[in-house]
């Protein structure tokens, strides 16, 4: 198998794990690997048997990013089809200026539970529920609990070391790679569990396999910047296939699809 192709099955792996969950803290943390408080289970447990509006505020990237914000609404809309009387609807955020006024567009426009995505909007949100008691909030990849706020958080280090583990198992070339789109905590829990996860492959097989883009220790490594740039993140991608990674782990959004379009093989002349 080539290269290009493993690398190529690597971040489409990656991809997909992202898609299937949201952010949250590294295992010994106190984390119980399910959201936080339980306004929301409350909530949603008054709301079977009568008609209410369930609203969200997508982050930047638009609802079919491949990754929080197209499986956040996949949420929505699965409760919309179990229960009918769940009316749902979504706003996207083109930057951070769109999440207030998108919040409070929501939050006064008859939405009984508003839940934003991602872990930039968290202050945002929480603002929001301390301006609109009377309404219910959540928050996808954010701690916290309050009267009606409620905090979404899933232990993703242990998806990050398996994603480590399995690349450390396929890597032809001794070298693996994983970047974020930013050097926050929700991007970085992810990056921590993939070395962890080389590191335990390394002790168990008695192998040395590297691991380019991110150091635990320092908190160093390396990030697109961005959620959304494609050509950034397959920029950064092909930078770590020069030198030496045959599997990336994007932890990116949007952004990490460009790793998926540096594996794809040249267009034949």
Request: hydrophobic share 35%; aromatic share 8%.
């Amino acid at each position: 198998m080539s290269v290009r192709s493993v690398m190529k099955i690597a971040a489409v792996a990656a991809l997909g794990s992202l898609a299937l969950t949201g952010c949250g803290s590294k295992p010994g943390s106190g984390s119980s690997g399910s959201g936080s408080g339980s306004s929301g289970s409350t909530t949603a447990a008054k709301a079977v048997g009568k008609k209410i509006n369930a609203c969200m505020v997508l982050d930047t990237g638009g609802v079919d990013d491949r990754s929080f914000n197209q499986s956040s609404w996949d949420g929505m809309k699965a409760a919309n089809a179990a229960n009918p009387n769940i009316s749902i609807k979504y706003v996207p955020s083109n930057s951070g200026a769109d999440y207030t006024p998108n919040l409070t567009k929501l939050a006064t426009g008859g939405c009984a539970t508003v839940i934003g995505v991602g872990g930039l909007m968290s202050d945002n949100v929480k603002s929001a529920a301390k301006t609109y008691p009377k309404v219910h909030f959540a928050e996808v990849d954010s701690p916290g609990t309050g009267a009606n706020f409620y905090g979404i958080q899933y232990n993703t280090a242990q998806a990050g070391f398996l994603g480590g583990y399995l690349a450390a198992s396929l890597t032809k070339t001794g070298k693996v790679g994983t970047w974020g789109g930013l050097n926050i905590p929700p991007v970085t829990i992810y990056m921590d569990g993939f070395q962890e996860g080389v590191q335990y492959y390394n002790t168990q097989n008695k192998k040395s396999v590297q691991v380019l883009g991110w150091d635990e220790k320092t908190k160093k490594g390396t990030f697109s910047n961005s959620f959304t740039d494609q050509n950034k993140g397959k920029s950064v991608s092909q930078s770590m296939a020069s030198n030496g990674a045959d599997i990336i782990f994007p932890v990116a959004g949007g952004s990490g699809l460009g790793a998926g379009a540096a594996a794809q093989p040249p267009a034949a002349s």
